[in-house]
């Protein structure tokens, strides 16, 4: 799931700022949204998920990240403020309610005296995450771009059409999409932390 939230967030701003034309401070403020939410359905995921189990709120959260994800794709430089907000709005409660559940279900797996290599291990592979998504959904943006039929290696960057740049993000989200979709089908087959 990190790997692809890191992802589409390291190519927002560039999206927010280079086609859509927003100040930087626009995009702080849309990138914040996500955190925001997150932060507050957090503690109300984890309370959840001790509750009713982790798995069916993780893989349901994947799922609905995966569908969010699809929708971002669809941004394009004439899309709407509002569309962009209530798509990041759903980004963040979807992170906000994977997250948790899916740290209890690690977690709950460790045995009592072995739960901090438990935690460093998720820590680790959180953070591995994170760097081969950026890595990741920024190749596959750029790599959507210089193979576009209508491309021109010698065209300056700030000359290179609109619509090109636009599909090389789209299919980056698109990925994104499809690991979320991935991280959903290893929720629902991951074990049940224990109650």
């Not at 990041?88 to 290599?117: H, R, T, Y």
């Not at 081969?132 to 943006?141: C, D, E, R, S, Y």
């Not at 039929?149 to 698109?174: D, L, R, S, W």
Request: one cysteine or more; a negative charge; hydrophobic letters at 55%.
């Amino acid at each position: 799931m990190m790997l692809a939230f890191s992802g589409v967030q390291y190519l927002l701003p560039f999206f927010f700022e280079g086609v859509m034309g927003y100040q930087t401070y626009v995009a702080g403020l849309l990138l914040a949204i996500p955190s925001v939410a997150l932060m507050i359905l957090g503690p109300i995921s984890g309370t959840l998920s001790d509750k009713i189990g982790s798995r069916v709120l993780a893989t349901g959260a994947a799922a609905f990240a995966a569908v969010t994800f699809f929708f971002i794709s669809y941004f394009t430089e004439n899309t709407s403020i509002l569309y962009i907000a209530v798509t990041l709005l759903c980004v963040g409660i979807a992170l906000g309610i994977f997250f948790p559940p899916n740290m209890n279900q690690i977690l709950g797996q460790s045995k009592k005296d072995e739960e901090g290599v438990g935690s460093s291990i998720m820590t680790t592979m959180k953070n591995v995450g994170e760097t081969v998504g950026i890595a990741l959904m920024g190749t596959v943006a750029l790599f959507t771009v210089v193979t576009n039929k209508n491309f021109n290696p010698n065209t300056p960057v700030a000359q290179i059409p609109m619509e090109i740049i636009v599909e090389g993000f789209a299919v980056a989200f698109v990925a994104a999409a499809a690991i979320a979709v991935i991280a959903a089908v290893l929720s629902a087959v991951a074990k049940d932390a224990p109650r």
